[in-house]
């Protein structure tokens, strides 16, 4: 039964901090002792008009605070507490908040709209609230029936679309909620409030409308519904007409030919006329189209006709009047908005979408913008000119080099002379334009640069000269040079270029990292990733000696954070984040210096002071370093190789918090990747510390609580440990087959249609199969029957990934070597495994036909392994 806990919910926000203290201790025991009853008193209150606000607004969210939760583990906690109240509790609570809706209290009314939703995530799936829609629907459709009941009604709707799937109801359910929504965005219906809710119902609506989008009749009549909504008198209600055509664009784009003519003139006015927040969603609708576009283009294969969507060339079409349009909005700059991340205006959408309109229609968006540059390049207005540079910036992508290249290259000087106009917007605009110049038109190893011996030298004393501009100008600039640094990458001898300007790159990022008026803004960090970037594109040979007398620079640096005094989290989210950016630039260091031998013996003359600093920053306990030294620490595990051994007995207990970090899943992955590192540098001597890992890594694997992504690097470690041990893994095959079989298990079982889980699911099989072959490679010589019992289990994985369609090829590269390592661990024992050999011979067949000459090659070494073995597959 409820309980009167008013007294306690008032409490709990007094500004005496015993008294909030007691209430709190007294609402959190009675959860405790009666979960049900609890509950119900929260919706008591919550749905009791002549109660407090105050106590109210709490109840409700405490309420939705029980159902759900932003973490995984917690939110699957909540969900079985709330299945195994009695259903009685349950039914009460929900009557209560359903007739919450009707409150005259609007922000009762809506808090039960979210926790109505929250329920229905739960139940609706498991098919325990049938009559849910039918509930909200009699609000709709009965006459006389209060406005601000049928605004609830409406928000309740939406709130439950957007926490449900279009699987968990009937098509009859869908269909009336689609008709209550439109309706209520209706021209008819007097109550905007009613209209605006409707609109924003429908929004998360749309994805249950496939059948009802495939009727034309019902189609026209939605979008017809739609249209009008996007002229109403009200702001909101425009935005949210607007907002719905932005998601149609996306997800019905193959219907939309017979309104694109209305669509274009709606958005055109909106754009010209209408209020920002509007004006934005109707660039969205052209930037959702050019989105829908580009991907029809990537994935065309000409002929096949599959593609259940046809290209229908909306913005070719559109072309000669949506680029004017576009190109008009970029003379609405703010005056704030290069200094603040947050701004989102009608420039910055424009210009995004005319750089999506050049990607989707390449070489003929050029001559509709040239002109817009050359006239408003030279004018005396600031808008004029940088609406011109930012203009020309954003079609560089799409076009052909030969179209873009006459245009660059003559441009190039008039941009290098635009870094000291005397306006900041400019400047900023500018040194992004290079930037991306420098992205999309600077690769020397494909013969092709607007950057020359003649023009190198100038381009770098005009982005050194501006890296002392104003932090957010001297960030864009860190990024130019970033990308004309990675254009000399394997470069052939065009690297050489970049050579004698690096130590003073070098240097003029250090001073930029150093920077005291940058407080507030990225640079700091930009300047040690643009550091990162010039040394590990640099000519190694030609650079040595300079990176070399870095690294003492860098580690001094990070000395020093050790000493900083901290007397705030703000001060230690500083030490954090600089702490980070020097690991990060060590452990390019480390890794560039590492890439030959002549040069590696630099590290290893370092690597105690390296280590010992390392040590230090893990002292200071914060996540992001963590994370950061343990990437260093697994590249200085590479450089030293056998010499890590003598770091391991101090590390190691670094290594072991990093293994058991579950809240900060990054770190607990990356210290995983370090065990690996250390396994190919120690190989037999990780041995000592073997027990422990395992325990840790299996632990691990076991845990609901670790994020999934973390479990593929476990398994691929485990190959690493056993690759290390070799038959010193013996002791832990018990443990780890057993796992390792659960989990090709469940490869079988995940969800396909989701692309993240298709991901996984691959990434999942790959380090499957490293694990068997770490484990196969490991026994070969000494103890390879004890994988006799494993192998049938192994051949049912491969023969069961060997049928997937479409296949990821690294998974198949990883399946084919697994299938060599088992024929050449178990030798002739390997006859008694194969029973049927004809998916092998197929799926070798298949990969011999490869275009991919790795593929091939272990295809090949594969297929000689299980001929060695025996005839049969031979």
């Not at 005259?104 to 609706?124: D, G, L, N, Y």
């Not at 909200?136 to 009965?142: C, R």
Request: charged share 20%; glycine share 4%; net charge negative.
């Amino acid at each position: 039964m409820a309980l009167e806990i008013t007294q306690f919910l008032l409490a709990a926000q007094s500004a005496d901090a015993k008294i909030r203290t007691e209430a709190e201790a007294n609402l959190s025991q009675f959860r405790e002792q009666n979960l049900p009853g609890f509950l119900l008193s929260l919706a008591v209150e919550l749905s009791t008009d002549v109660k407090p606000t105050e106590s109210r607004r709490l109840a409700g969210i405490v309420l939705k605070n029980s159902l759900d939760a932003k973490e995984t583990v917690r939110k699957q906690q909540l969900v079985q507490q709330w299945l195994v109240i009695d259903s009685s509790y349950k039914s009460q609570i929900k009557s209560l908040l359903l007739s919450c809706l009707g409150s005259s209290v609007r922000e009762a009314s809506h808090t039960a709209a979210q926790v109505i939703a929250k329920i229905a995530s739960i139940e609706v799936p498991q098919k325990q609230w049938p009559e849910l829609v039918g509930s909200l629907l009699v609000n709709m459709t009965q006459h006389g029936r209060p406005a601000s009941l049928k605004q609830a009604t409406l928000e309740t709707l939406g709130y439950v679309c957007e926490e449900i799937s279009h699987h968990d109801l009937v098509q009859d359910e869908v269909n009336s909620v689609l008709t209550a929504v439109v309706q209520g965005m209706n021209v008819e219906e007097e109550s905007p409030e009613v209209r605006l809710a409707a609109a924003r119902a429908l929004y998360n609506a749309l994805d249950f409308a496939q059948t009802n989008f495939d009727n034309e009749m019902e189609r026209n009549y939605i979008m017809k519904v739609i249209c009008e909504a996007a002229t109403a008198k009200e702001t909101q209600i425009r935005q949210a007409a607007f907002e719905c055509l932005v998601s149609i664009a996306s997800t019905y784009y193959g219907l939309l030919e017979p309104y694109m003519q209305t669509l274009f003139e709606l958005t055109a006015k909106a754009v010209k006329e209408d209020e920002e927040a509007v004006a934005l969603q109707a660039i969205e609708f052209w930037s959702s189209i050019s989105d829908e576009e580009i991907e029809l283009q990537d994935y065309e294969v000409p002929d096949s006709g599959d593609s259940n969507v046809q290209h229908s060339h909306f913005i070719e079409k559109a072309l000669e009047v949506l680029v004017p349009m576009l190109l008009e909005t970029l003379l609405k700059q703010d005056e704030e908005q290069d200094q603040d991340d947050e701004i989102w205006n009608l420039a910055m959408a424009g210009g995004t979408c005319l750089g999506l309109v050049a990607r989707t229609v390449g070489d003929s968006v050029v001559p509709l913008v040239m002109p817009f540059v050359e006239a408003n390049i030279m004018k005396s207005d600031w808008r004029s000119r940088e609406a011109a540079i930012y203009a020309f910036g954003s079609i560089l992508e799409g076009p052909s080099i030969e179209k873009l290249s006459p245009m660059v290259h003559a441009g190039l000087k008039h941009l290098l002379d635009a870094m000291k106009d005397n306006n900041d917007h400019i400047r900023d605009t500018t040194a992004w334009t290079l930037s991306r110049i420098f992205e999309l038109l600077h690769t020397p190893a494909s013969g092709f640069s607007v950057v020359s011996p003649a023009n190198l030298q100038q381009i770098v004393e005009v982005l050194l000269e501006s890296l002392k501009d104003a932090p957010h100008v001297a960030e864009k600039v860190c990024g130019a040079i970033y990308f004309l640094s990675q254009g000399y990458e394997d470069a052939g001898p065009s690297s050489s270029l970049l050579t004698p300007f690096v130590t003073q790159i070098i240097g003029s990022l250090i001073s930029t990292a150093d920077r005291t008026d940058s407080s507030g803004s990225k640079l700091r960090t930009t300047a040690y990733e643009t550091l990162n970037e010039v040394v590990r594109c640099s000519n190694l040979i030609e650079t040595s000696q300079i990176i070399k007398h870095l690294c003492p620079v860098i580690m001094t640096k990070l000395a020093q954070t050790v000493e900083l005094q901290i007397l705030s989290t703000d001060d230690r989210e500083k030490q954090g984040d600089l702490q980070a950016s020097l690991c990060g630039v060590l452990q390019v260091i480390i890794q560039k210096l590492s890439n030959s031998d002549e040069t590696k013996s630099i590290i290893v003359q370092v690597g105690d002071q390296i280590m010992m600093l390392f040590l230090k920053v893990f002292a200071c306990r914060s996540s992001t370093v963590h994370e950061e030294a343990m990437l260093a620490i697994g590249a200085l595990a590479y450089a030293t190789g056998s010499d890590f051994l003598k770091y391991m007995p101090e590390f190691y207990k670094y290594l072991e918090m990093g293994l058991q970090n579950f809240e900060e899943y990054q770190v607990c992955s990356i210290s995983v990747g370090v065990v690996g590192d250390i396994c190919r540098a120690l190989d037999d001597k990780i041995l000592p510390y073997c027990d422990g890992i395992m325990t840790h890594l299996l632990k691990d694997l076991s845990s609901g609580e670790l994020n999934k992504s973390v479990k593929p690097p476990i398994f691929s470690c485990l190959g690493d440990i056993a690759l290390a041990i070799g038959e010193h893994f013996e002791k832990y095959l018990q443990y780890a087959l057993p796992m390792m079989q659960t989990a090709s298990e469940v490869c079988a079982q995940l969800d396909n249609s989701d692309d993240e889980m298709v991901e996984y699911g691959n990434q999942l099989r790959r380090s499957i199969f490293e694990a068997y072959s770490g484990i196969l490679q490991g026994f070969k010589n000494s103890k390879a029957n004890l994988m006799l019992p494993y192998a049938p289990h192994l051949l049912q994985f491969i023969e069961l990934v060997a049928k997937d369609r479409p296949r990821d090829e690294s998974v198949t590269k990883a399946a084919v070597a697994v299938l060599g390592d088992l024929a050449d661990a178990l030798g002739s024992n390997a006859k008694t495994i194969f029973k049927d050999p004809a998916f092998c011979t197929q799926l070798l067949g298949e990969c011999l036909q490869s275009d991919d000459e790795q593929l091939k090659e272990t295809a090949t070494w594969t297929q000689g392994m299980i001929g060695r073995a025996f005839s049969v597959c031979g």
